[in-house]
């Protein structure tokens, strides 16, 4: 975004710091806000989205958005009918928080993780909470080690803590990030002790289902004040990202792009191919490959022959739900 008013038209340069249907906010390039109302059906944008905005008569008080600009690194999730839908877009890295509780669904993580490794998207992994002491602390810290092996960035913080917040923002200054993961593990309150003149709403999980309540319900970004952004983004229960084919599946896991080459089969799905190095290292080599984060590997091939099989339709309501 690199320029001002264009004189022919009035339109000019923003970026969408937050979406509610066909209602936006629009950031232009000096930092002020303007509501904007999408212009025609076919348009559609998403938090982060570079955009060309302006105003159909000098004083409204609402803009126009025309024009949708190249996206690059799109975070994208897979809907029921096997199609990705964009979710944030322009973004250099994702955070992935988990915490104590709600207790850690690993394979959300996993699955954001591969989403980041097929898209060239950088990935973080924040474990929040770390204030709360006990069983659950110790067994997410445990998981954790898995994702440190693999050189993925891990993080421990607390929102009750300045020490892990300092070092949160360190790995967030210049870029923009995203903030994601389960409802309830502490993204806005995250994004509010980065960035408190955010004032995102925070609410307590459910003591009945020990699961967050899906307190934010759109993206949002928000300017760093040492440069880059941070966009706070809705929790899942599921996620899964759009999926490349079967054989690529392997690449969204760091162990099995490392392991896939001494397989004797050069398309191995290291499903039940004879002499898999993949699958002999899931069962007898744990620092080498996870049999969980194998089974991780496994439930994302199985979603794409799912897609694949020409009586999906019957099966959509298996894949995830969008929240
Ligand atoms: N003990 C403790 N509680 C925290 C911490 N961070 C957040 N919480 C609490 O966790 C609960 C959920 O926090 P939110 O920030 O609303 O969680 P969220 O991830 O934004 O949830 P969704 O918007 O539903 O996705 C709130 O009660 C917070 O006060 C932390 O570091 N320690
Ligand atoms: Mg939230
Ligand atoms: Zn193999």
């Known amino acids: 975004m690199s320029e001002s008013p264009s004189p022919a038209d009035g339109r000019r340069t923003g970026r969408v710091v937050a979406s509610h249907g066909r209602q936006l906010d629009v950031e232009d390039t000096a930092g002020v806000r303007h509501a904007c109302r999408l212009h025609g059906r076919q348009l559609r944008v998403v ?3 570079e955009v060309r905005f302006g105003y159909a008569t000098e004083g409204d008080s609402q803009g126009t958005v025309y024009e949708l600009l190249p996206r690059r690194r799109l975070l994208e999730r897979l809907n029921g009918r096997g199609q990705g839908e964009p979710v944030v877009a322009n973004l250099d890295q994702l955070i992935v928080v988990i915490a104590p509780e709600p207790r850690p669904d ?5 699955r954001y993780l591969a989403g980041a490794e097929w898209t060239g998207i950088k990935a973080v992994v924040a474990l929040n909470k770390s204030d709360i002491r006990g069983d659950a602390l110790i067994a997410a810290e445990q998981e954790l080690e898995v994702y440190r092996r693999l050189d993925y960035p891990v993080v421990h913080c607390s929102t009750r803590h300045a020490p892990g917040i300092d070092s949160l923002r360190r790995e967030l200054s210049q870029s923009v990030s995203v903030l994601v993961g389960q409802s309830g593990t502490g993204k806005s309150s995250l994004l509010n002790a980065l960035v408190p003149e955010a004032r995102a709403l925070t ?8 699961e ?3 307190t934010t319900t759109t993206a949002a970004l928000h300017a760093l ?3 880059g952004a941070l966009v706070d983004s809705p929790g899942v229960r599921d996620y899964a990202p759009p999926l490349p084919l079967a054989r690529q599946i392997g690449e969204g896991f760091r162990e099995i792009t490392a392991l896939a080459p001494a397989c004797r089969f ?3 799905l290291h499903r039940s191919e004879p002499s898999c190095r993949v699958r002999v290292a899931a069962e007898s080599e744990p620092l080498r490959l996870s049999g969980r984060r194998y089974a991780s590997y496994l439930r994302l091939l199985a979603l794409v022959d799912r897609f694949d099989d020409p009586s999906r339709s019957s099966k959509a309501a298996k894949a995830p739900r969008r929240r």
Do not use: L, M, N, Y
């Open 47 to 49: 938090c982060g989205d």
């Open 106 to 110: 690993w394979d959300v993580v996993d």
């Open 203 to 210: 609410q307590e999980i459910s003591a009945a289902t020990e």
């Open 212 to 214: 967050g309540r899906h």
């Open 225 to 227: 004040s040492g440069g």
């Open 266 to 268: 050069a398309d191995c």
